[in-house]
């Protein structure tokens, strides 16, 4: 079965830090995979999605992320965090339907 | 309208009560998911209709819910008998294309159902 592992619960980082947060899958193909953001009171913005090609994709907001199948992982990165990043991040799974992670609190400190 | 709208935004229930939650897609967008996220966890797929025929409908958690499209728009997703495990947020997305979403979903801000 598609599962997705975002091993992280809570992660704080100070405004301006590099920032990643890990998302790893179970899948018996190459996926198709996302990031979502939602912030409180707020529907799920997607951030970036992978289907193919270059591993390295580029989002919204200054964010990218890594596909990396040997690891089947697809990591989340931004250089600098800003204090408006606060949110919930999920990585997600598309096989039929979506297959979302327990998701990634960030706290970013002044 | 501008986004995916869900009312009410919040609802509490007292055990054994019915529910009935609704979703205002996108204008013209022909899929529709609905989702349940409970605390501290990522949304489950629980629905799917691509206009108003519902064609997955396996992730519903049991035969007292119910979810309905008729005119291939608004969306009702209706919980008989509440329990309290059935306390969650629950998610409406569409999506412009009939491909099970495989393209972008927007969701919409979610109605937290509280069951007492």
């Known amino acids: 079965a598609q599962s997705v592992t975002q091993p992280d619960i809570h992660i704080t980082v100070s405004e301006g830090a590099s920032l990643e947060l890990r998302c790893n899958y179970s899948?018996?193909?190459?996926?198709?995979l996302f990031w979502y953001v939602q912030s409180p009171g707020q529907g799920l913005q997607l951030l970036l999605k992978?289907?193919?090609?270059?591993?390295l994709v580029q989002g919204i907001k200054g964010f990218e992320a890594e596909f990396k199948r040997s690891q089947s992982s697809f990591n989340l990165r931004k250089p600098s965090v800003h204090w408006s990043d606060a949110a919930e991040y999920f990585c997600?799974?598309?096989?039929?339907?979506?297959?979302f992670g327990s998701g990634t609190k960030l706290n970013v400190k002044p | 309208g501008a986004g995916v709208s869900q009312s009410p935004r919040y609802k509490v229930a007292k055990r054994g009560q019915d529910v009935a939650l609704r979703c205002d897609p996108i204008s013209g967008h022909v899929s529709l998911f609905w989702y349940q996220q409970a605390l501290g966890q990522g949304p489950e797929f629980l629905t799917y209709?691509?206009?108003?025929?519902?064609?997955?409908k396996s992730g519903l958690p049991s035969d007292r819910f119910f979810a309905e499209r008729p005119e291939g728009s608004v969306s009702t997703l209706k919980i008989q008998r509440t329990q309290q495990e059935d306390s969650a947020v629950y998610l409406c997305a569409s999506s412009r294309v009939g491909t099970r979403g495989f393209n972008e979903q927007f969701f919409g801000p979610g109605t937290r159902l509280t069951v007492l």
């Open positions: 899948y018996g193909a190459t996926p198709y």
């Open positions: 209709f691509q206009n108003e025929a519902q064609l997955d």
């Open positions: 997600a799974v598309y096989f039929n339907k979506f297959y």
């Open positions: 992978y289907f193919s090609g270059d591993t």
